[in-house]
């Protein structure tokens, strides 16, 4: 006996899920509203050139069986690339991944010392309370807070540091961030000098992976809105425009708020209500064409400086040895805003000399764009205000109460994590599937517990 399983969302989550369910001989339909697959994970053409959502990579932290197998699946096309980013912190550029050698060299003696007495003092310090500003500064101390993290919480969740929830700090830094900063420093952590990225761009990864459990027997719809997910006597009904789909499960990647307005019969008005509390950040991503063979040789340049609200920017070529055009490159701006806000209204063309002006505040060169393409994108990331977690919880004991629903992935789980997590979340719900076509609960509650960790690799 085999499952019956309709996947909403070809992303990370819902792709891994996809083929390793098909795999296993079970019935899977993944249905997708983008016309590719990948999601935000996926990758697009500008002017010729390959290029992401923003700045993607697979970090070397993959799980090892996930990472094999993405190996097997695109060969030599999947390249381990060394980092070469770097920060812009108090008028100076210092290396990305940090090196103690380079910090040495070009961090302000003034900040080296103060963050530096920081750490020291480190033991010292206790968090006041549970929000982001109580546990960095117990962690790391002013110095680093007030010149580094909090300028670039500020832009990044539109929030003071003092308004976001200490579980943004444990997913984005880390419980112990002096050790992490400190491992780093002596590279006795993970490695991070190394990634690995695809010949074709970020996207090739999902592409490879929705082909191969297409192969597996899974049928992959793309352009395929969901309007509805219904409970009816088969188990549960997606409704996609004219095309309806019955199934024992529905495993969804949807942001859950967007599932819980879906579902019918309508969730009690605790849930809406929690559903309408729960809120994402959105980001804008303007992408300078230039007629020149590369900008400069760094991969990104993060900016978590308040003089510009861009936060990083990358140049795709210098991710990958590819077939880009050598007569020009591509730059990445991504700049987290609101929906509706100042700049998400801005007009492309004033969205493109933001970005040139940014580029000349740090001393980078002049740019004169050949063309400015801009994508906005209304949930980038979750956004962990001192409420959330009440309403996660209600959403969460929701859908669990409903027989055959799983939510999964990123927004699935309205959680803080890098794509390779994601797959994590997909392999897992599909071991939890038996080969009598069962579910073990137990199972997959073990690997829920496990994400809860998750810790974003920079």
């Known amino acids: 006996m085999t499952a019956t399983i309709t996947i909403l969302g070809a992303g990370p989550a819902g792709l891994g899920a996809a083929f390793r369910a098909a795999q296993a001989g079970h019935q ?23 290029v992401d959502h923003g700045s ?28 070469h980013g770097r920060i812009y912190l108090e ?16 961090l302000p003696p003034s900040f080296a010392i103060a963050a530096g007495r920081d750490a020291i003092l480190s033991p010292l310090r206790k968090a006041k309370g549970d929000t982001f500003a109580d546990l960095l500064l ?7 807070c007030d010149r580094f993290y909090f300028p670039y919480a500020r832009k990044m969740w539109g929030l003071a540091p003092e308004m976001i929830h200490g579980e943004q700090a444990r997913r984005r830094v880390g419980g112990n961030a002096a050790g992490k900063l400190l491992r780093k420093l002596t590279g006795s952590g993970k490695a991070g000098g190394v990634f690995y ?28 809105p969901v309007d509805r997910v219904e409970q ?64 400069t040789e760094f991969d990104a340049h993060y900016v978590p400086q308040g003089f510009t609200p861009v936060t990083r920017i990358s140049e795709p070529k210098n991710y990958r040895d590819g077939d880009d055009p050598a007569d020009r490159t591509v730059l990445c701006a991504e700049i987290p805003c609101a929906s509706g806000d100042g700049i998400w209204s801005t007009d492309d063309r004033d969205l493109g000399r933001l970005v040139g002006e940014a580029l000349a505040g740090m001393g980078l060169p002049a740019v ?11 949930a980038a990331y979750p956004v962990y205000d001192l409420g959330y977690s009440d309403c996660l919880e209600v959403l969460v004991e929701w859908s669990e109460s409903v027989p055959g629903l799983l939510t999964l992935g990123r927004h699935g789980l309205f959680a803080h994590n890098n794509s390779h997590h994601a797959l994590e979340m997909g392999w897992a719900a599909a071991a939890a599937l038996g080969p009598d076509g069962g579910f073990d609960a137990s199972a997959w509650s073990a690997s829920a517990e496990s994400f809860a960790a998750h810790v974003v690799e920079d």
């Open 28 to 50: 899977v339909t993944i249905v997708e509203r983008a016309g590719r697959v990948g999601g935000l994970a996926g990758s697009f053409e500008v002017a010729g050139v390959m």
């Open 56 to 83: 993607h990579r697979l970090h070397p932290a993959t799980e090892p069986h996930l990472l094999e197998e993405l190996k097997r699946l695109l060969g030599e096309d999947l390249q381990q690339r060394t980092r």
């Open 91 to 106: 008028g100076r550029w210092i290396a990305f991944p940090l090196q103690t050698a380079d910090l040495v060299r070009n």
């Open 138 to 144: 117990a962690g790391l101390g002013p110095t680093m």
């Open 197 to 224: 990225y695809p010949r074709r761009g970020f996207g090739q990864i999902w592409e490879a992976l929705a082909e191969a459990a297409s192969r597996s027997g899974a049928d992959v719809r793309l352009n395929t």
């Open 232 to 295: 009816c006597s088969g188990g549960l009904r997606v409704s996609a425009g004219a095309e309806q789909f019955e199934s024992e499960f529905v495993w969804s990647t949807l942001p859950i708020p967007v599932l819980a307005r879906l579902f019918q019969p309508c969730p009690d008005k605790q849930v809406l209500d929690a559903a309408r509390r729960l809120r994402s950040r959105g980001m804008v991503l303007v992408y300078l064409v230039l007629g020149v063979g590369r900008y």
């Open 368 to 378: 004169d764009p050949v063309e400015v393409v801009v994508k906005r994108v209304p």
